[in-house]
């Protein structure tokens, strides 16, 4: 009769499998992520409007933020601050790191989210015409993972209401379509295939985009996802590499309860390439 394999060798393998498994797990997630952030500064566009044809506000806030005129493929953006899952419960620390296309609509948002006791890896994107949020609990152990139409949706309007942290965007793009509102107000929007997305944005006294606003974010209730308001916030402007942006932002939604801010976050570094 055979020995058995002793039982210390055979959780000993057992362990020994798990952590190849997870290390594979954690090397795929890291992989597409960096495959993602590539496919974001590679991206070409098809060329900008004309200046004149721009709005007024438009005309006079791109004066005010971009004095010199530099030609880019992307920005670089370090954030830090405060994040909330839900209404009235305590914010979690955040560290990003995002890129974002000025010659199309894309980009991709790292964030490691400090929920106590464990930090969180959240990923928020537009790559190659496909939005996508996963978050993993230590790069490991899948939390989230959403896609389809209603999260390109909501990544194309997230695009479009960071236009003051990529305001070159504006310079390069024809498929973003301006519409004067009033003396302070313009809507802004753009389309990826059928899903169209429009804002409308706000300017200060200052001539400086101070709200962005869009009335049908998808917003998940439950199990359903349904049409909400939904705004950023921006203010503090400081100098960064040549470039007027806003320093802090904060990110809300419009419930039927009131306001529920779940981003708050300022601008910790910036560059251009």
């Known amino acids: 009769m055979k020995n058995p394999v002793p039982l210390a060798l055979t959780g000993g393998l057992l ?3 798990a952590f190849v498994f997870l290390f594979g797990q954690r090397a795929q997630f890291a ?6 952030e590539l496919a974001v500064r590679e991206e070409k566009g098809t060329g900008g409007p004309e200046l004149a044809s721009l709005p007024a506000p438009v005309q006079t806030y791109l004066g005010k933020v971009l004095p010199v005129k530099k030609d880019i493929q992307f920005v670089m ?14 914010p979690s620390s955040f560290d990003a790191v995002q890129y974002t296309s000025v010659r199309a609509p894309s980009f991709s948002w790292t964030a490691h989210i400090q929920m106590t006791p464990v930090r969180v890896i959240v990923v928020d994107r537009l790559v ?14 899948t939390v989230q993972d959403a896609s389809g139409k209603e999260i390109l949706k909501g990544e194309l309007l997230r695009y479009l ?8 965007a504006i310079l390069y793009q024809k498929n973003l379509f301006w519409k004067p509102l009033d003396a302070t107000h313009v809507e802004l929007s753009t389309n990826m295939g059928d899903v169209r997305a429009k804002v409308v944005v706000e300017f200060g006294a200052d001539g400086l985009i101070s709200r962005i606003r869009a009335e049908d974010r ?3 209730d439950g199990d359903r996802m349904i049409a909400r308001p939904w705004q950023g916030m921006f203010s503090d402007y400081k100098e960064y590499k040549g470039v007027l942006l806003p320093s802090h932002g904060e990110v809300s939604w419009i419930l039927d ?17």
């Open 128 to 141: 190659n015409g496909e939005g996508a949020l996963r978050a993993r609990v230590l790069g490991l152990y």
């Open 31 to 36: 992989g597409w992520i960096s495959k993602g």
């Open 15 to 17: 362990l020994a499998f």
């Open 257 to 273: 309860a009131g306001t529920f801010k779940y981003y708050s976050g300022d601008l910790e570094d910036y560059a251009m390439y």
């Open 161 to 168: 209401a960071e236009i003051p942290w990529a305001p070159q």
């Open 218 to 220: 998808p917003f998940k």
């Open 77 to 90: 953006l370090k954030q830090s601050g405060s994040f909330w899952t839900a209404p009235g419960k305590d």
